[in-house]
């Protein structure tokens, strides 16, 4: 059966073939669709025993989670947090999955399949042992069949992975039959979405084929968003009755060299006016619609956005390109965390410090990357809230102006918690002893950062109200956190202040309380991070020494 449009959208066809069209206006941040019935819905193989392989739900089979899991009795590889989950399952897959699971443990020794496989394999299965196809109807999925075959290695894996679902799902195997499965596993390969998020351990593929009818852009027009078995998709920016909705497939803030490569698979080559042009991440934040939603931020000040204080004289674009592929080619930092890696990283960045350009890649992530180590470092943890802080003013903002997008939310929360941490630090008089950074340790002792939690608290619940279901986790701890802040006696004044500026940013004794109490010492302490970094990462000292 062919796929409908959702409401407030239509489908259409134009110079980037099938494409999702606005039947409305959106806002920024107001929901277009929720996509809840997917085609597929699956965790990646690693993952098959930390997610519940029905509402996707990320858990544990130890007991230690919140939501706890437990295997299929029959082939104690797919796991659930509980029997309704597990009875939807059985009923839509498992039942004849649970007999595959077998048939591998036998040939293989493993009870978990690479990703792309099982999703073939379900594919299969669901069409009881028959090639008939699943993505049928007078509107049949993309599959770029030919740009697939055009690309030996490719189809070579292709084939492989089409032979194994076909072999381990029972189905019978001829030529006709592998010929019609590789079909299916470039249409799988080429509509499928990715749920990777590292900070939930979220994983595997979606594929509902309404929403694959979305185009993708470098500068997109709105985001997806997943939720256990369901996808939602959302404006990033306003979009006008008669436009078309796109996303990015990719992280779009990569060079153009890169993000061509990672298009590579959809057989396509962008032509937004960020590829065009070649554009950075300033240039394109210069020009976003949604600037003015910054004045509820951790960088309210919008001339940042609109003239940023950098100095390209002395880099080129393709200087950035080489910078990022030595990057990655030689420390290969999704692999390697260690103090050496972060030193070469930052040895080959030099030139994007030096032009203050800290929004381009591989800088922002260079220094997430550090300062997700020093978070769960107990040496060094005081040290990583300098980091949050720059990442969060300098870095974020421009990579991603809509306040409401989830990876600035959660730096946010990063923020609240090393402050919460340090709190306690301050006031058992430990910090001195934790931090031999004067400038940190005098930010800090000035600081109320109880009222600097609540504030930020605030902006996480406001901004991942706007565009986050209600039942997103990072949301509701917020507001749990910010529960338990307000309710803390002896500060009501304060308290009232926060609330006041919360209500109305532009309340002028609310804002003047705000950027005085909140702002300033977010900023001081985001100052000190480059010469943290310089310290750690380039003079080579174990400690970082102001004294």
Not at 1 to 22: C, E, K, N, Y
Not at 182 to 204: E, H, K, P, V, Y
Request: with cysteine; hydrophobic share 40%; charged share 20%.
């Amino acid at each position: 059966m062919a796929p409908t449009p959702p409401p407030g959208t239509a489908f259409s066809s134009g110079p980037h073939g099938r494409s999702l069209i606005a039947t409305q206006d959106f806002t920024p941040g107001s929901l277009i669709a929720t996509f809840s019935s997917p085609t597929l819905a699956l965790p990646d193989g690693p993952s098959m025993k930390t997610t519940c392989n029905y509402c996707l739900r990320v858990g544990s089979n130890e007991g230690f989670s919140p939501v706890s899991l437990k295997a299929c009795t029959g082939c104690k590889a797919a796991v659930y947090c509980g029997p309704i989950c597990q009875r939807a399952h059985w009923k839509a897959i498992h039942k004849a999955e649970c007999k595959m699971f077998g048939r591998i443990r036998e040939a293989t020794g493993k009870d978990w399949l690479p990703t792309p496989v099982r999703a073939l394999a379900q594919v299969l299965l669901t069409n009881d042992k028959t090639i008939r196809d699943p993505f049928d109807g007078d509107d049949p999925l993309e599959g770029n069949l030919d740009g697939f075959k055009a690309d030996e290695q490719v189809w070579g894996d292709f084939e492989l992975q089409a032979m194994a679902a076909m072999t381990y799902s029972g189905v019978f195997m001829n030529e006709d039959g592998l010929r019609v499965a590789m079909r299916f596993l470039c249409q799988i390969q080429t509509n499928a979405f990715n749920r990777l998020d590292a900070d939930t351990g979220m994983s595997g593929i979606f594929l509902d084929p309404a929403l694959a009818r979305v185009n993708h852009s470098c500068v997109p027009s709105a985001f997806i968003g997943f939720d256990k078995r369901a996808a939602t998709l959302r404006a990033e920016r306003p979009i006008k009755e008669g436009e078309e909705i796109t996303i990015s497939y990719i992280e779009n803030d990569k060079p153009r060299s890169v993000r061509r490569q990672g298009l590579r698979l959809y057989h396509f080559e962008c032509d937004c006016p960020r590829c065009l042009d070649d554009l950075d991440v300033y240039q394109v934040a210069q020009t976003s619609p949604v600037i003015s939603l910054n004045s509820f931020s951790l960088q309210p000040d919008l001339a940042k956005f609109r003239e940023p204080a950098i100095d390209k004289s002395g880099i080129s674009m393709k200087q950035i390109e080489d910078i990022y592929k030595a990057v990655y080619d030689q420390t290969k930092p999704e692999q390697d965390n260690s103090i050496e890696a972060a030193q070469a990283r930052w040895k080959l960045c030099k030139p994007l410090v030096e032009a203050k350009m800290w929004a381009v890649e591989p800088l922002p992530t260079t220094i997430l990357l550090l300062a997700t180590n020093w978070q769960t470092n107990y040496k060094w943890a005081v040290y990583a809230l300098p980091l949050a802080c720059f990442l969060a003013t300098h870095c974020d903002p421009i990579k991603l102006v809509a306040p409401f997008m989830s990876w600035r939310i959660k730096g946010i929360m990063v923020i609240t918690k090393l402050l919460a941490f340090t709190g306690e630090l301050t006031s058992s008089g430990d910090l001195a002893k934790r931090c031999t950074h004067e400038g940190i340790v005098g930010a800090l002792a000035m600081a109320d950062q109880v009222t600097m939690c609540q504030a930020l608290l605030h902006i996480v619940v406001h901004q991942g109200s706007i565009g986050a279901a209600e039942d997103w986790d990072v949301l509701k701890e917020a507001k749990m956190m910010l529960k338990d802040l307000e309710s803390l006696p002896g500060r009501q004044d304060e308290s009232n202040l926060v609330q006041a500026w919360a209500k109305d940013p532009e309340d002028l004794q609310a804002k003047a309380f705000f950027e005085s109490e909140v702002l300033k010492p977010v900023n001081t302490l985001a100052s000190f991070a480059p010469e943290i970094l310089e310290d750690v990462l380039i003079q080579g000292q174990g400690l970082v020494v102001r004294r």
